[in-house]
T-cell receptor
Framework: ETGVTQTPRHLVMGMTNKKSLKCEQH?????MYWYKQSAKKPLELMFV???????ENNSVPSRFSPECPNSSHLFLHLHTLQPEDSALYLC??????????????FGPGTRLTVL | GIQVEQSPPDLILQEGANSTLRCNFS?????LQWFHQNPWGQLINLFY?????KQNGRLSATTVATERYSLLYISSSQTTDSGVYFC????????????WGAGTKLIIKP
């Protein structure tokens, strides 16, 4: 595997379900990000992790719970979601702090539908 | 906060045509990236270009940091160039957060 991978690619869940999204980066980066992209809206940054520590939480509801066990893996745990949470969830990584530039690279996304 | 504006919002061209996409930003930046989002949602890095000019095949980009704009040029368009092109910038005091433009939706007709 190369770059940034995400699983699953598609997910349909009910409002009472609990599921998790997984992201893995193979680029040796130390920063990882979760973004949400709803239809006809710009990308919204949800969470940022740097060296496994959460550095940003952009007022995301508690029904979204991130986990970063190491610099290569990032999870987004989902529970009691609402239909308006249906969106494309994108993971990214970057070499933040390692070099003078901070280019972000994205995974293919998980398209989530909440029924 | 910084504002990022992209133009045009929509562009429809015939295969083989050339195009110029523009990104204006309202304050100084230390990072600017251009992305192509394909119809399946994948964001593909095109250029990391906080200043200067870069070329990659049929695509090139120029950022004039002092005048706060960046241009993306696509020459000899192909149908696979269709999708949404995003510009995203990062300021020095933004804690590494990218601020995104609304995108330019490009449709290349065969």
């Amino acid at each position: 595997e190369t770059g940034v991978t995400q699983t699953p690619r598609h997910l349909v869940m009910g409002m009472t379900n609990k599921k998790s999204l997984k992201c893995e980066q193979h680029l040796g980066h130390n920063a990882m990000y979760w973004y949400k992209q709803s239809a006809k809206k710009p990308l919204e940054l949800m969470f940022v992790y740097n060296f496994k520590e959460q550095t940003e939480n952009n007022s995301v509801p508690s029904r979204f719970s991130p986990e970063c066990p190491n610099s290569s893996h990032l999870f987004l745990h989902l529970h009691t979601l609402q239909p308006e949470d249906s969106a494309l969830y994108l993971c990214a990584s970057s070499p933040r702090g390692q070099v003078t530039y901070n280019e972000q690279f994205f995974g293919p996304g998980t398209r989530l539908t909440v029924l | 906060g910084i504002q990022v504006e992209q133009s045009p919002p929509d562009l429809i061209l015939q295969e083989g045509a050339n195009s110029t996409l523009r990104c204006n930003f309202s304050d100084s930046v230390n990072n600017l990236q251009w992305f192509h989002q394909n119809p399946w949602g994948q964001l593909i890095n095109l250029f990391y270009i906080p200043s200067g000019t870069k070329q990659n095949g049929r695509l090139s980009a120029t950022t004039v940091a002092t005048e706060r704009y960046s241009l993306l040029y696509i020459s000899s368009s192909q149908t696979t160039d269709s999708g949404v092109y995003f510009c995203a910038v990062e300021q020095g005091d933004s804690n590494y957060q990218l601020i995104w433009g609304a995108g330019t939706k490009l449709i290349i007709k065969p």
